[in-house]
C-alpha cells in the first residue's frame, strides 16, 4: 500500500471478505475521488442502499401502513431500511447525523446484521461523524487532495471469504494492544478490529495464518487512523519466560518482534500531513462539536417534520397529527371494541393522541455591540473588527450572520446590517470612527432592535457587548453617570425579556461590578478579557456558543 487509494481499495476488499468489520468512515469532499470510490465500493456483492442524515424512525425502522390497514381490515406494518438483507449503506453527510440514525445504525453494527456502512464525511475541521459511530467502523479512510491521476484501478469484490479458520499466533493480539496503547488508541474495539483485517488479509492473500506482513496491514488501516499520539520506544526489556523443553515443542508459532522503525513508518504513511503535525504538537485532532451549526427550535409549526410524541400538552394552539394518533390507536382497537361493544367508529383515547413537532435550524445572527468611545476605542475597534472577520470566516459553514452596532457620543449606529459577506465586511469595516461619550443604554437599545427585527426574520440573535463600562449619556442625551446605569439596566431586562442570548465581555484593565450587574440584567454571559486580541474574542465567543 503506497498511497491513500490502494489502501481504500484494500479497505474494501477485507470488508467483502469480512463484513463484520462494520464499514469505513470516509472524510472526503465531492469530487472524482470520492465517486471512484462510491463506484468501487458498488462492485461488493450486497445491494446498495443510500441514507440520508435526517430520515426519519418510521423510514429506519418501519412502522403502521395506515392505508392497508383500513384497507384490509387488518394490521399491516411497513420494513424499515434496516430491516432487510445485509446491505452496504450509504450515509451522504455523516457529520450531520441525527441521533437517532446514529443511535440504530451503531445497534445495527452492534448486532452484526452484516450490514456495511459507508460513512461519508464533508465536515470542516470542526464537524465530523459522533465517535460513537465511527468507534464501530473498522477503516478511517482520507481522499481529500487526491486528483484523477491519483486514482488508481478499481478493484473487484474478492472471491476468498472467511468460512476457512485463519489461524492467527498467540502473542498477535498482545501485540496489536501493545500498539494501540503506544499509539494512545482508548477504544477497545480498534483491537478487536485489527485482528479480524489481519484474518481477512492473510484470506485476501490465500494464507491460512496470520503473517506480519497481515499484522503490519492491519495496524495500518485499523490503529494508525486512530492515533492520538505518535508511538514512543519501549524503554522496558521485559526477558521472556522460560518454557520447559517438554513444552517447547508444543509452543504455536510467533511473529517475529516488529522494528519501531517498521511500526512508525506504517502509521506516518496513512496519517495527513496536516494530522501528523497536530500530532507532533500534541494537539488534540477531535475538537469538534458541530455546536455552530444553527440553532436547534422545537416547535409545532414550521420546520423540518419531527416524529409526532404523546407530549400530554393542554396548550390551545397544539396540533393534534391525526395519522400518528390513528397508528397510535390501532394496536388497541380489537381490545377495546370487546370492551365496549356498543360503541361505534374508532376507539380513541386521550393517551392516543399525538402532537405535531418540528425542527427549526434557524441561522443564528452575532450582533457585536461595540462602546466606541475614550481613549480606547481605536484599539477597542480594531479588535472587534477582527473578530468579526474572523467569526465571518466560517460563516457558511455555521451559518451565522453578523453585525455591527457603534455607540459613542449620545446615540448608537448600526455600521454593519447582519451579512455572511467577508467582502462587504471588510470594505465597512475599513475606516470606524471613535472618541467621544458612552451611551450605553443607546446600544442595547439599537441592539435589541435589531435583534426583534432579525428574530421575526427567522433569524436567532445573540448580542456581544464590548465595552469598559462606564456608561455617562443616558437615555435622553444628558450627561448624567447614574441615570444611564439605571437606563442600561432597564434596556437590559427588556433585552433578556424577549429571550435574546447575550454576552457581555469586559474590555476595561479593570473587572467592574457595574458590567456583571448588567450581565446579570441580561441573563448571559459575563467574561473580563482586558487587552484581548481578535483570536481571544472569536475564541472566547465561541466556547460561550457551545456551552
Not at 341 to 352: M, V
Not at 412 to 435: C, D, F, Y
Not at 470 to 475: F, G, S
Request: charged share 25%; proline share 6%.
Amino acid at each position: 500500500m503506497t498511497d491513500a487509494w490502494d489502501r481504500a481499495m484494500t479497505a474494501l476488499a477485507l470488508l467483502a471478505i469480512d463484513p463484520m468489520l462494520g464499514g469505513i468512515h470516509l472524510r472526503a469532499r465531492a469530487g472524482p475521488a470520492r465517486q471512484a470510490f462510491v463506484d468501487a465500493a458498488a462492485s461488493l456483492p450486497h445491494p446498495a442502499l443510500r441514507l440520508h442524515p435526517a430520515m426519519s424512525p418510521e423510514q429506519i425502522d418501519g412502522g403502521v401502513d395506515l392505508t392497508a390497514t383500513l384497507q384490509h381490515g387488518a394490521l399491516t406494518q411497513t420494513r424499515g431500511l434496516l430491516d432487510r438483507a445485509p446491505s452496504i449503506l450509504t450515509l451522504a453527510m455523516a457529520e450531520r447525523v441525527e441521533p437517532y440514525l446514529a443511535a440504530r445504525l451503531g445497534a445495527s453494527l452492534d448486532a452484526q446484521d452484516g450490514h456495511i456502512l459507508i460513512a461519508m464525511d464533508e465536515g470542516l475541521e470542526d464537524e465530523t461523524v459522533p465517535e460513537s459511530l465511527s468507534d464501530r467502523l473498522a477503516f478511517q479512510l482520507h481522499l481529500d487532495g487526491l486528483a484523477m491521476g491519483d486514482i488508481g484501478k478499481i478493484l473487484l469484490a474478492p472471491k476468498q471469504s472467511l468460512t476457512k479458520r485463519i489461524s492467527a499466533p498467540d502473542d498477535s493480539i498482545e501485540l496489536l494492544v501493545d500498539v494501540a496503547v503506544r499509539l494512545g488508541i482508548r477504544s477497545l474495539r480498534a483491537v478487536g478490529f485489527a485482528l479480524r483485517a489481519a484474518k481477512a488479509h492473510a484470506a485476501l492473500n490465500d494464507r491460512n495464518a496470520v503473517t506480519e506482513e497481515d499484522i503490519h496491514t492491519a495496524i495500518a488501516l485499523v490503529l494508525a487512523p486512530r492515533a492520538t499520539q505518535l508511538p514512543t520506544e519501549d524503554t522496558q526489556d521485559t526477558p521472556p519466560p522460560d518454557i520447559p523443553e517438554d513444552q517447547a515443542s508444543q509452543t504455536p508459532e510467533s511473529l517475529p518482534d516488529m522494528p519501531d522503525e517498521m511500526l512508525l513508518d506504517a502509521v506516518q504513511a496513512v496519517l495527513p500531513t496536516d494530522m501528523l503535525d497536530k500530532l507532533q504538537t500534541g494537539q488534540n485532532i477531535r475538537t469538534g462539536s458541530g455546536a455552530g451549526a444553527g440553532a436547534r427550535k422545537i416547535g409545532n409549526r414550521r420546520g423540518r417534520p419531527l416524529p409526532a410524541r404523546n407530549t400530554r400538552t393542554t396548550r390551545s394552539d397544539a396540533r393534534v397529527d391525526l395519522m400518528a394518533t390513528l397508528r397510535a390507536a390501532l394496536p388497541w382497537q380489537t381490545i377495546r371494541k370487546q370492551a365496549r361493544p356498543d360503541h361505534k367508529g374508532a376507539h380513541i383515547r386521550p393517551s392516543d393522541l399525538r402532537h405535531k413537532r418540528y425542527q427549526n435550524l434557524s441561522d443564528r445572527l452575532l450582533i457585536f455591540t461595540v462602546d466606541a468611545s475614550g481613549s480606547a476605542a481605536i484599539a477597542r475597534l480594531g479588535e472587534a473588527k477582527g473578530a468579526v472577520e474572523l467569526l465571518l470566516g466560517q460563516a457558511y459553514a455555521r451559518r451565522d450572520h453578523v453585525a455591527l452596532v457603534a455607540f459613542r457620543g449620545t446615540e448608537a449606529e448600526l455600521l454593519l446590517p447582519p451579512t455572511r459577506s467577508l467582502v462587504q465586511t471588510k470594505r465597512r469595516l475599513a475606516s470606524l470612527p471613535g472618541g467621544g461619550a458612552t451611551p450605553l443604554a443607546a446600544g442595547l437599545e439599537a441592539a435589541q432592535e435589531l435583534a426583534d427585527v432579525c428574530a421575526r426574520k427567522g433569524l436567532t440573535p445573540v448580542v456581544v457587548l464590548l465595552t469598559d463600562g462606564r456608561a455617562n449619556i443616558a437615555r435622553d442625551g444628558t450627561a448624567d453617570r447614574a441615570q444611564a446605569a439605571s437606563d442600561a439596566q432597564a434596556v437590559a431586562r427588556a433585552l433578556r425579556g424577549s429571550g435574546t442570548q447575550s454576552i457581555v465581555i469586559d474590555t476595561g484593565n479593570r473587572p467592574t461590578s457595574g458590567l456583571r450587574d448588567l450581565a446579570d440584567a441580561l441573563g448571559g454571559s459575563y467574561l473580563a478579557l482586558p487587552r484581548a486580541d481578535a483570536q481571544q474574542l472569536s475564541r472566547a465567543v465561541d466556547a460561550q456558543l457551545a456551552s
